[in-house]
């Protein structure tokens, strides 16, 4: 059971463009949507995030969108740069057991920036 | 710096054979999370703790077991590895609530033959 499903699988975009990478969810308790970015040989990283009370939310060159009725959510990356090559994962929180809180991850989607 | 530190970077173990994978974090965060990764399948959740010696089961925890004795160490068993557990493994920490940030270690490649 895939409760955030994210698409595409990869991207190639050219050096200047925009990216985007969406994701879909079903669960309407979760409440936190970040994104994280993997380089090879590393842990994931968090690049941004938002709550469901926004519907977009920018850092630099990274926005998040957020659509609630639709249950969407996502990540732009304007003026793409080979250096964003890397794997986005979206990723979506709700609480678990009574207190505590865990991250569901979508399956990733590979970004190659071509110069 | 904050610190995520699996104790290897790669494993090969035989088939059989009990293996502990050790995660410790310097931030004194409350959860402690176990990952597994795979092509085509994203990171799926093993099993977290949320305090010393409690723990939950996640998305796919058959097959394993987690150990928890102290706030900084959180610990994956295969009690029999197998070859299907073939994977990356990774561990990440986060402070307590909703919506804080979660850090990774930088992961650890079993290889089960």
């Known amino acids: 059971q895939q409760q955030v499903k994210q698409s595409p699988q990869s991207l190639i975009v050219q050096k200047g463009g925009i990216s985007i990478i969406n994701c879909a969810y079903e669960n309407t308790a979760f409440d936190y949507f970040p994104w994280y970015q993997q380089f090879p040989g590393k842990g994931p990283a968090l690049l941004i995030a938002?709550?469901?009370?926004?519907s977009e939310k920018k850092e630099g060159r990274f926005t998040i969108s957020f659509n609630k009725s639709a249950k969407q959510f996502s990540l732009h990356i304007m003026d793409s740069q080979p250096g964003d090559s890397a794997t986005y994962f979206c990723?979506?929180?709700?609480?678990?057991?009574?207190?505590?809180?865990?991250?569901?991850f979508g399956k990733g989607t590979l970004l190659t920036v071509n110069p | 710096d904050v610190k995520v530190t699996q104790s290897s970077r790669y494993l090969v173990k035989r088939t059989g054979e009990k293996v502990f994978l050790e995660c410790v974090q310097d931030?004194?965060?409350?959860?402690m999370f176990w990952y597994r990764q795979d092509p085509g399948l994203g990171l799926r959740l093993i099993y977290f703790s949320y305090d010393v010696k409690m723990k939950e089961k996640g998305d796919i925890p058959e097959g394993y077991s987690v150990s928890r004795e102290k706030k900084e160490r959180f610990s994956l068993i295969l009690e029999s590895a197998s070859t299907n557990q073939t994977s990356m493994y990774l561990c990440a920490s986060t402070r307590w609530g909703v919506s804080t940030e979660a850090f990774f270690g930088q992961g650890t490649r079993l290889t089960v033959v």
């Open positions: 931030m004194d965060h409350e959860n």
């Open positions: 990723a979506a929180s709700t609480v678990s057991g009574g207190s505590n809180y865990k991250l569901t």
């Open positions: 938002i709550r469901p009370d926004v």
